[in-house]
């Protein structure tokens, strides 16, 4: 799989970030979709192949693999990677609207159409909300599908066409328990990096209009 698009996508939103922005574009890029590129998706590249049952019962190890890994970590990881980036789009697409705007009036409509101010706050808000969200939905959905945050060695499988319990063993399931941690880790950096950025704009500017209201009343 190709990740230009998105690489290009955080270089994008990068231009109309915050400084906490650009902090959650560097997690992002460097520690979650590098290590997924680098490193996670050889990990859990052939997970099929290397699981094994102890019989040799027809479809009873496709059944029980498609029980223990209802949806690929690897596919689901990239799902997320892609999903939570989606909503930085609102604000390219956005400041594009107002540089076509001013390309259309063919004069100058806003002192930096890449500022964040009146209406690209709202969308740049909309986008902290949105993101935060998708990242919770994904951490919760992660954990209802593989009951938790861990990579068991051996699970037991009973579900036909097996004839009776059966053990099936996950083929390095340290190294990938490690970089399971490592990305839940991420991805709950990533969540505390937009609440934070969220309150800080917030806070910034419920500051300025308080300060504005004050000074029209003193004027």
Known sequence: MSWAFLRDLLSGVNKYSTGIGRIWVAVVFMFRLLVYVAAAENIWKHEHDEFECNIKQPGCENVCFDHFFPVSHIRFWALQLIMVSIPSLLVVFHVAYRENREKHHKQKLYKNPG???????????????????LE??????????????????????????????????????????????????????????????????????????????HMKKQQ
Not at 115 to 133: A, E, F, P, V, W
Not at 159 to 168: A, F, G, L, R, T
Request: charged share 20%; hydrophobic share 40%.
């Open 115 to 133: 500022k964040i101010d009146d209406g690209l706050l709202c969308t740049y808000l909309i986008s902290l909300i949105l993101k935060t969200g």
């Open 136 to 213: 919770i939905v994904f951490l919760v959905l992660f954990y209802k599908l593989y009951n938790g945050f861990k990579i068991p060695r051996l699970v037991k499988c009973d579900i036909k066409p097996c004839p009776n319990s059966v053990d099936c063993y996950i083929s390095k399931s340290t190294e990938k328990m490690i970089f399971l941690y490592f990305l839940v880790a991420t991805s709950c950096l990533c969540i505390l990096l937009n609440l934070s950025e969220l309150s800080y704009l917030i806070f910034k500017y419920s500051t300025k209009c308080y300060l504005k209201r």
